[in-house]
Nanobody, 116 residues
Framework: QVQLVESGGGLVQAGGSLRLSCAAS????????MGWYRQAPGKQRALVATITSGGGTHYADSVKDRFSISRDNAKNSVYLQMNSLKPEDTTIYYC??????????WGKGTLVTVSP
């Protein structure tokens, strides 16, 4: 079994910054893609950013130039640096990790609230 634990969410004013962290533990051999998704109430979970094991990144258009994803393979961790936050970024953010054997795992989520 694999567990993902997110941290770093909280309340910030518009224009501020937050850094989310996610650490994977458990029966890990090798992690493939890792990423961050977010889900507003009543909406589908949406991609924010992903990163391959080699460091290749992909971002949603809404966060390009504001958010930056990174990972530490030695620590089985992924990070999301969020700058210039907007009220519309308010929602729950979920960490995702795909194992090299295909297992797909999610964290329980961390709440980000951006006040006007």
């Amino acid at each position: 079994q694999v567990q993902l634990v997110e941290s770093g969410g909280g309340l910030v004013q518009a224009g501020g910054s937050l850094r989310l962290s996610c650490a994977a533990s458990g029966s890990i051999f090798r992690i493939g893609n890792m990423g961050w998704y977010r889900q507003a109430p009543g909406k589908q979970r949406a991609l924010v950013a992903t990163i391959t094991s080699g460091g290749g990144t992909h971002y949603a258009d809404s966060v390009k130039d504001r958010f930056s994803i990174s990972r530490d393979n030695a620590k089985n961790s992924v990070y999301l640096q969020m700058n210039s936050l907007k009220p519309e970024d308010t929602t729950i953010y979920y960490c995702n990790a795909v194992m090299d054997w295909g297992g797909n795992y999610w964290g329980k989520g961390t709440l980000v609230t951006v006040s006007p």
